[in-house]
């Protein structure tokens, strides 16, 4: 995908993700299942990336980067996984697509070094902070 375009598109939902609402996409956006407060590695809530967390330092500029670019993976692979998901025919089916939706957020967090924990207090700050939105475009904009 073209960096220029990702870069727009990141910046239309992290924009979105700054209110209420996003919250809670966030804070879901990554599953890692052996760092999960629920079964399949989902929190819930517009709380839940703020529960049991410390108090947020602001996140370094690499920090906001990095969490850019998981977070357009993990995007990414929500797309394909929506489609999978609408198609599967049993709770059987539905189950492998979680599984492996699941499996994939842990291996794009993973692959940048980073912890569901980790994500989740990024993603923290970032809600908190509109600056940090722009920041993290700014980063993303000039690898460009």
């Known amino acids: 995908m073209n960096r220029t375009i990702l870069s727009a ?5 992290l924009l979105v993700l700054s209110g209420a609402e996003g919250q809670t996409r966030v804070a879901t956006a ?7 407060a629920q079964p399949g590695g989902l929190r819930s809530g517009p709380d ?7 108090e947020q330092a602001t996140p370094s500029d690499d920090d906001l980067k990095t ?3 998981i977070y357009a993976e993990l995007q990414e692979a929500d797309d394909k996984f929506e489609h999978d998901m609408a198609s599967a025919r049993t ?5 492998a697509v979680t599984d492996e939706r699941d499996r994939t957020s842990s291996e794009a967090l993973r692959a940048h070094g980073w912890t569901r924990r980790k ?10 902070d509109p600056a940090l939105v722009e920041r993290a475009i700014e980063l993303l904009e000039e690898d460009t």
């Open 119 to 128: 994500f989740d207090e990024v993603a923290a700050a970032i809600n908190s």
């Open 9 to 13: 598109a990141l910046l239309a939902a």
């Open 48 to 54: 839940a990336s703020q529960a049991s967390l410390p």
């Open 91 to 95: 709770e059987e089916q539905a189950r």
């Open 67 to 69: 969490f850019a670019e």
């Open 30 to 36: 990554a599953r890692d299942p052996g760092d999960a």
